[in-house]
């Protein structure tokens, strides 16, 4: 199923002063996408946003904000998320007593759920969710920090998902968060996501546009040699 690509700039490497004027400037170079690190100094060692912040953007964003939750416990904060005008909620499994129950409380919002797996978070974590997920977020780092080095041994991992995926036949996004740059997004894209998270590698250019369509070329040129692979072993 050949769904557009999708870019998604972390909003963790914008100048947090100007935050609604970082959000329209990045909506006009291309986003498809704002995504928005919630981090609590516990999950993860960094401490960054909350609901009122996301409500601030909101104005501000003709896409859909894409919450990232590091954060634990998570149930208390979607109902405020969901307010806060968030489309998507993601939330790590290790961070959640009940996942289905709060895969569950996430839809009863209107808000598309989706799971992170950390690097090393093993993919039976999907067994017996994947068919309830909006989305897949795959970490390529570990999550905390902006700025990282994309982690290698996640491009087998993508794959393996995008076959999940695949074998359920529904549309279920798979996106790739953490070091993604133009010079490895065909790779990222050739493995089967189909959404990238770059909060440097867009927000660290000089030219928002320019970033966002090398990483999208990048990503769609794998997509193609995936693509062209796999008809030719159908063939
Ligand atoms: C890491 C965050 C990422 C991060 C991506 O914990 O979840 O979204 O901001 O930043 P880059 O693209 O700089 O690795
Ligand atoms: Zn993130």
Known sequence: METRLRIAPSLLSADFARLGEEVRAVIAAGADLIHFDVMDNHYVPNLTVG????????????????????VKPVDALIPMFAKAGASII????????????????????GVKAGLVLN?????????????????????????????????????????????RIDA??????????????????????AAGADTLVAGSAVFGAGHYADAIRRIREEAQAGRAQRAAALEKVSA
């Open 51 to 70: 609901p009122i912040v996301c409500e601030a953007i909101r104005p501000h964003a003709s896409v859909p904000i894409d919450v990232h939750l590091m």
């Open 90 to 109: 993601s939330f790590h499994p290790e961070a959640s007593e009940h996942v289905d129950r709060t895969l569950q409380l996430i839809r009863s919002h």
């Open 119 to 163: 690097p090393a978070t093993p993919l039976h974590c999907l067994d017996h969710v994947l068919e309830q997920l909006d989305l897949v977020l795959l970490m390529s780092v570990n999550p905390g920090f902006g700025g990282q080095s994309f982690i290698e041994h996640v491009l087998p991992k993508i794959e393996a998902v995008r076959r």
């Open 168 to 189: 359920t036949g529904r549309d279920i996004w798979l996106e790739v968060d953490g070091g993604v740059k133009p010079d490895n997004a065909r790779r990222i894209g």
